[in-house]
């Protein structure tokens, strides 16, 4: 990628991908999303989280298109996506999902999610069962009701020393994400220090994720509607446990993919979640599994789908 002032456009980044990527948007189930598309085979849906855009699969996306139709979707109110008032619980923007699969003029696909894309994802298998062929989800657990009882404080003095330097399981960033009005006053113009310390927290390589990558997020987040758009996937996150709690465990087969630190807790809580699910531990990688292991997660995905 060329580093630049300016920050580069969505179809200026499709651009420098390998595999004749292109960027669009479809109007889909009331709303406007962004999509960047390319390769040829089975269609294979890539769903990203906070506070990433599409770009966050960069590097994976030119390995895939060898062998699927590739698309790295925007969710409502991100990126290059419409940012309405609402519908931000995941059943809903499951439904823009489906409805953007039917765009792209197909019945089923791949579908992988990371982090509130994992989410969004999981909640498209439950309440749209034919559309999924098989359901990737990167680090992250479906929110239920343990989610309701983080808990907020370290424990010990080991636990706070551990997240004093950028360690430790204490999402403060969701209940900051509740509040109205104030993260837009507090990030609007400064959004990359958050960015610099989220991945200070929870990528294992500092150089997975390099300079121009990390304007390219801060931009996207930088302004007071797309921090209230991003605040409001944890806002909703009381009805998405309310609406997994009507769920019977979906029958789609699951690969959850996790860092080393959370693979454990992941295996507890992906174990109720379907009827086959396998959860598998990522070798040196923190939170963000595509851009830190990126080899790993395309072998993963090509063995994942190679028998359907």
């Known amino acids: 990628m060329v580093s630049t002032t300016a920050v580069p456009t969505d179809a200026e980044l499709a651009a420098t991908l390998d595999g004749d990527f292109t960027s669009a948007h479809a109007a889909v189930n009331g709303t406007r999303l962004h999509y960047v598309t390319g390769g040829v085979g089975a269609p294979l849906i890539l769903l990203g989280g906070w506070p990433q855009t599409w770009w966050q699969f960069r590097k994976v996306m030119a390995p895939l298109a060898r062998a699927f139709e590739v698309t790295a979707v925007d969710l409502r109110g991100m990126g290059g ?34 982090d509130i894309g994992a989410s969004v994802a999981y909640h498209l298998s439950a309440n749209f069962p034919s559309a999924v ?42 209940s900051l994400n509740q509040l109205p009005q104030l993260p837009e006053q507090l990030l609007d113009g400064r959004f990359r220090l958050l960015i610099d310390w989220l991945y ?90 595509a851009e830190e292991r990126p080899d790993f997660l395309v072998a993963e995905l090509m063995a994942f789908s190679a028998d359907v």
């Not at 008032?85 to 579908?111: C, N, P, Q, R």
């Not at 370290?154 to 999402?171: F, I, N, W």
């Not at 609406?243 to 807790?265: C, N, Q």
């Open 200 to 289: 200070g927290h929870m990528l294992a390589d500092q150089a997975a994720v390099d300079e121009d990558t990390r304007r390219i997020y801060a931009h996207a987040y930088d302004s007071p509607e797309a921090i209230r758009a991003g605040n409001r996937w944890y806002q909703t996150m009381r009805q998405d446990v309310a609406d997994l709690a009507t769920y019977a465990p979906v029958t789609v087969p699951i690969l959850t993919l996790a860092a080393e630190d959370t693979a454990g807790i992941l295996r507890e809580q992906m174990a109720d979640k379907g009827i086959d699910v396998r959860v598998i531990a990522v070798p040196g990688s923190g939170h963000y599994i």
């Open 81 to 114: 996506s419409a940012k309405p008032d609402s519908g931000y619980d995941k059943k809903t923007m499951a439904a823009d999902i489906h409805a953007l699969i039917g765009h792209l003029g197909h019945e089923s696909a791949f579908v992988v999610g990371h």
């Open 133 to 174: 062929r098989r359901l990737v989800t990167l680090d992250l657990g479906v929110p239920d009701a343990s989610w309701l009882s983080i808990p907020m404080l370290p424990a010990t003095d080991e636990q706070t020393a551990a997240l004093a330097h950028g360690r430790g399981g204490y999402p403060w960033w969701f």
